[in-house]
């Protein structure tokens, strides 16, 4: 079964929480997997996004969700791994674009710049989207063998 794995800081948890519930409803084929944080309490967004990305790291078909207060930081984190590709979206296309050219395995949303409403629609886009391979395959290859 596909996973998918939440995480967020403070300022990402009741976004996480409500895509977290939405997702159970919606998605019953895919597992749900919280990372948290557990309580609205102030923690490092570098630390959630690292329990995240561990496990998406684990199978291919593993995806993570990120929110904190932007995303920005979030995505920071995550795009410091080897095949990690967060992508960071805050409208329709974007989110389409993170899957169709990026195959993007993280998504990253701010919780103070996107609502409730707009963030599940987002994700339903990155899910249901379809990466396009082709050109685009050359492209994310040259990402996940970049060392720095
Ligand atoms: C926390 O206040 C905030 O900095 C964090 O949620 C996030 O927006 C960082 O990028």
Redesign the pocket.
Known sequence: MQKIFLGS????FELRNTLKQYLQQTRKDIEIEDMGVPEEI?VD?PDYALKVVKKVLKAEDHLGILV???????S?MANRFKKIRAALVHNEFTAQMAKQHNNANILCL???TTEAELAKKLVDIWLDSEFEAGRHTRRIAKLDDFLG
């Open positions: 800081d403070h300022g990402g102030s967004y904190c207060g932007t995303g920005i930081g979030m920071m701010g919780a103070r």
